[in-house]
């Protein structure tokens, strides 16, 4: 019998081990105890941030306590609001939010923190609570956190208490942020809805008028299209809608301005199926299109034609509003000088600072237009951006 392959076949598995031993030997840890410390500290902040960017109350306190109890170290925690009302009480030593809460009261009325010694007797357990304020610059006390330690708490748990407080005021922050900017975006389109609205209802309903005797068919079929228009125009739900909706919209709305301008009005759509269901802000392209018709063709004799255009761009939508009309001085555009009596473009600044709010800085209007030329708007809207739906 030849042993010789029985040989190379143990020199062969000889190397292999040998291989294995020296990269598994020169293989770096995948973590250190610091390094897995540092990622268990921020995903701990993480899970606390998440409840306090919904703002600060009971809810949101007693989702994140736990969190921020962690990251302080303390054997118990508290929040109280604004009024030195409990929000939450996590862990034991139920029986000290009495005391927090007076602590409490100190903090915001001095703003700053509050400690409080013990034991209150030899076999109480707890040697301090630490009533932290939660101090939001320009806007003043919005809270207070507080922990309760078994230990006599030293500058480093104090500290550790000072910057878990900034870091929930950071959130608390965001949080109002976020509100105010929902609240400005409902205002916007509040403001949108007076601006163009009135002036279209005054002349759709006197068109509806005309049509009661000399065509009563023709005038119920544009009152319930006028009932679905506003229907959709002054609804109440969320800041932002889909492109099929906001076109089914100005389909009603170009129904009715074609029953007042008749065959002088023209109207040219060109959609690609696949941008239907891109999400954009709510009446992003109805000032455009009312603008078109108002300020293109209701100056110019004869009427004109309106082109719509919505096209897949890739990663974006490319939508425009163009009409051969009348157009308007590009200097007074860049100026920002446009107003209602000045007869320009209405809503224009409107649509651009929410689509910029929406979807960032590349996002605007761009404007193409000259006395005698006509005007095309354009605008780019991202086919998905995270957090916004409609």
């Known amino acids: 019998m030849n042993s010789a392959p029985l040989w190379l076949a143990v020199i062969a598995a000889c190397a292999v081990a040998a291989i294995a031993l020296i990269s598994f030997r020169g293989r770096r840890a995948l973590t250190t105890p610091e390094e897995r410390a540092v990622h268990s500290t921020l995903h ?24 921020l109890r962690a990251l302080t170290g303390g054997d118990a925690l508290g929040v109280a609001d604004a009024d030195a009302s409990l929000l939450t009480w996590n862990g034991p030593y139920d029986e000290l939010a009495g005391p927090f809460l007076e602590a409490s009261s100190r903090a915001i009325e001095g703003e700053r923190r509050v400690l409080l010694s013990y034991p209150l007797g030899p076999d109480h357990a707890v040697r301090a609570v630490i009533a932290q304020p939660l101090l939001i610059e320009d806007v003043g006390v919005v809270g207070v956190l507080g922990a309760v330690t078994t230990s006599v708490p030293g500058p480093g748990m104090l500290g550790a208490i000072s910057e878990v407080a900034r870091y929930a005021c950071g959130q608390i922050e965001l949080a109002e942020l976020d509100a105010s900017r929902a609240r400005l975006d409902r205002a916007e389109v509040r403001a949108l809805r007076a601006q163009i609205s009135p002036h279209f209802i005054y002349n759709a309903l006197g068109t509806i008028a005309s049509f009661v005797r000399t ?113 308007m001085d590009p200097d007074m555009l860049r100026s920002g000088s446009l107003n209602v009596e000045e007869g320009a473009h209405v809503g224009l600044s409107n649509v651009d600072d929410r689509l910029r709010a929406a979807f960032g800085n590349d996002y605007g209007l761009v404007v193409d237009t000259a006395p005698g030329a006509g005007t095309k708007v354009s605008m780019r809207v991202p086919k998905f951006r995270a957090g916004i739906r409609a």
């Open 44 to 67: 701990t902040a993480s899970l606390a941030a998440r409840p306090l960017r919904q703002g600060l109350d009971a809810e949101s306190a007693a989702e994140a306590a736990p969190h």
């Open 215 to 327: 065509d009563p068919d023709r005038a119920r079929e544009l009152v319930l299209e006028f009932a679905d228009f506003t229907r959709y125009s002054f609804r109440t739900a969320g800041e932002f809608t889909v492109l099929a909706d906001e076109l089914r919209n100005i389909d009603r709305y170009l129904t009715l301005e074609r029953a007042r301008f008749g065959d002088t009005l023209q109207v040219t759509l060109r959609v690609a199926p696949e941008v239907l269901s891109v999400v954009l802000p709510f009446l992003a392209l109805q000032p455009l299109v009312e603008n078109a018709v108002r300020h293109g063709l209701a100056g110019r004799s004869g009427g004109g034609t309106i082109t719509i255009v919505a096209a897949d761009e890739g990663t974006d939508c490319l939508i425009s509003v163009e009409d051969d009309g009348v157009g």
